[in-house]
């Protein structure tokens, strides 16, 4: 059994941009396309949906959560990375993060990347430390290493009511991570470096629209930051 998946979420005609690593002995992929827009019409998919390491799956629906469930769930391997369509990914170094989660009994893992310019979207530690409430506020989806049976042990999922495409579109990677922490999981950074990411990211836009302010309303609510 493999030991490590990457699930990447996509969506009409993005995959056919999508570029995936070469195959290794102990890595697979879960793809999922999601196919909403109209003017999309079936085009020729990629090569690589053929190949023995990839799992295709196609939704006829939006919503950025939705697709990271669906990944999860149809995960067959111990660990999963979240992962998005733009990132060029470092597997040399989510196979080292992994190694740590699996040395250190670490349930998810959080780390971080780099944009095209060599800038860093934030300022990150430069030591190892266990998420509280309050630093899981930082953290984005595509930094995101999981045990896959320990989530599926305390049933945990991306909440869908957040993300892109649903009522919140944004909040989704601070709702699961707390969920994670307040379910009594084993939740760390590490100060690694696994992917290279374009220079604007949708989780840096917190309140240009009125839903996305709700949003950050709605995710912080339950831990009672504005009492």
Not at 62 to 76: A, E, F, H, Q, T
Request: glycine residues 4%; negative net charge; hydrophobic residues 40%.
């Amino acid at each position: 059994m493999k030991s490590l998946s990457i699930i990447i979420s996509t969506a009409n005609q993005r995959i056919l941009d999508l570029n995936l690593k070469p195959a290794q002995s102990d890595v697979c992929y879960v793809v999922v396309h999601q196919v909403y827009d109209a003017s999309y019409t079936n085009e020729a998919l990629p090569d690589f949906i053929s190949r023995d390491d990839v799992t295709y799956i196609r939704l006829d629906y939006p919503g950025l959560s939705k697709s990271r469930n669906v990944g999860l769930s149809s995960v067959k391997s111990k660990y999963a990375y979240i992962m998005d369509d733009d990132v060029d990914f470092d597997l040399a170094k989510i196979s080292q993060l992994v190694g740590w989660m699996e040395k250190n009994q670490v349930d998810v893992a959080t780390c971080q990347f780099v944009f095209e310019d060599g800038s860093l979207p934030r300022s990150y530690s430069e030591v190892a430390f266990k998420h509280s409430m309050l630093s899981a506020a930082k953290v984005s989806s595509i930094e995101i290493c999981v045990n896959v049976e320990k989530l599926k042990e305390k049933s945990i999922s991306f909440d869908e009511r957040f993300g892109l495409g649903a009522d919140f579109p944004s909040g989704e990677e601070y709702v699961f991570i707390t969920d994670c922490i307040k379910a009594g999981l084993n939740v760390w950074f590490y100060p690694i470096t696994t992917g290279v990411h374009p220079k604007i990211t949708s989780g840096m836009d917190f309140y240009t629209s009125s839903r996305k302010a709700l949003a950050k309303r709605e995710m912080l609510l339950p831990t009672g930051f504005f009492f």
